[in-house]
């Protein structure tokens, strides 16, 4: 048994195996040790490759049952809070430990409440966190370690003057942890808000867990957007995660899709809470078949075993590909991502491509399926060629010309012979 795994309480270990784990993935070996000795630490590793339980799990074993709020861990969108939630729920029950989710857009007056009940968990979205903290509902100087997750967006400049005072509102001394797939891109903001010098774990370079995606570009005609997505809602067993660059052109395009019966919804920041949460539940049971979102509204979401991402345009940076792509092929699982060109954008994706290493190959949508190589055309007889290089098949007056010829010769020969 994995030296990891032999960490865990004997009920963790049996939960391992019956979700189907086997060894852990490289950040989870990493991190492991230095989280449970209350190191700070900025962990980076790509996009699907179990950073959640990487950070969880290790944190779940140092807190103690009613000490109160000692671990909160910061999201950077209501559905990841959730999400996250959601899978400390599944691994505290063992431990008799309590969650509590404070994401803004839900009742604050429950999630007062909930807090009354002293859940030694808290996972919640900035705003809702920080108005809780000045309001005294939540203790923040019980807090002993506070986690960034997908750091790089909470450290962005929509997010960062919110960190800073939630950072003061904490104790001085606590555990400062920070993962992404790219919060390598954030360290010097990291540093600049927190005045320390945080160790980095950076596991990108030798992981796996991508291994089972595809990337290809699919060529579609200007403006053919909308019938391209209809005909791709049809591909057998297609079901996928579609990202816009912008919010508008979203709304636009599921309106169109609705009207034409396909099986489509939205996951937009624009939305109330409730409207996203019902989408997000409706895709992840597969009662529709296309959910249309943003880079905000997706960041960080597991949605187990999505077949398909599209990008509906050439993403606008190597970071936003790279989360893009995380949310299909998570964990070594296979998954495939498309994303729309015409020639002129084609360029564009196959840079990109280039810098992050990525193999990049054209796909094809024929005949209601999508292939690597396009079918050829059957070539259409040439009937003047055909007519040409056919035997020549002669006439009755040409054949019987023939036969007098034939009878004639052969009286000849015969009187010859008599003579």
Sequence with gaps: MNEFIQTFPDTWQEKWYKKGFLDPSLIQQAVFLPLKEKENLIGIS????????????????????????????????????????????????????????IVGGANVKRQIEGLKKRPEILVGTPGRVLELMKTKKLKAHQLKTIVFDEADQLFDEGNIRLIEQILRQAPVDYQLLFFSATADRSMEQIEKVTNKTIPVVDVSKDDESRKGQKHYFLRIPPRKKEDYLRRLAYVDGFQALVFFNQLSELGTMEEKLQYRGVSVGSLASDQNKLLRKAALEQFKNKKITVLFTTDVAARGLDIDQLPYVINTEVPLTEETYLHRSGR????????????????????????????MDIKMEEIFLHS??????????????????????????????????????????TKNKQKKAEK
């Design 46 to 101: 790509p996009t699907g490759s179990g950073k959640t339980l990487a950070y969880l799990l290790p944190l779940l074993l140092n807190v103690s049952k009613g000490e109160g709020s000692s671990l909160l861990v910061l999201a950077s969108s209501q559905e990841l809070a959730i999400q996250v939630a959601e899978v400390a729920r599944e691994w505290v029950k063992e431990l008799d430990l309590k969650v509590q989710s």
């Design 368 to 409: 209601g399926q999508l292939v690597e190589e396009y079918p050829q055309k059957e070539e259409v007889p040439n009937e003047n060629r055909l007519h040409k290089e056919a035997p020549l098949v002669p006439s009755k007056k040409v054949k019987d010309e023939r036969t007098r010829t034939l009878r004639k010769k």
């Design 328 to 355: 299909t092929g998570r964990m070594g699982k296979d998954g495939i991502v498309i994303t729309f060109v015409q020639e002129h954008t084609l360029r564009d994706l196959k840079k990109l491509a280039r810098h």
